[in-house]
């Protein structure tokens, strides 16, 4: 979902070479890493919403519909 979203790959590159670490090599992935997690937590929920809220309002509606269709039956 997010590698076919058309700003991923550029805010990704923008992200990864904005954070600046100083050390050896390895501290400094696992530092980049971290702050790019932290930046696509933030870029989801912008830009594809609150996906739980979405999530249990589809369940809801999906046992409202399945208890509507045993009283009916």
């Known amino acids: 979902m997010w590698l076919s979203h058309h700003q991923f790959k550029e ?3 923008s992200w990864w070479t904005d954070c600046n ?11 980049r890493l971290n702050f790019v997690k932290n930046k696509i937590k933030i870029w989801n929920k912008e830009v594809f919403g609150d996906l739980r809220e979405a999530k249990d309002s589809i ?4 046992v409202s519909w399945t208890t509507l269709r045993w009283v009916v039956s």
């Open 21 to 31: 670490v100083q050390g050896w090599e390895g501290f400094k992935f696992m530092k």
């Open 11 to 13: 805010s990704f590159e």
């Open 59 to 62: 369940v809801k509606e999906l």
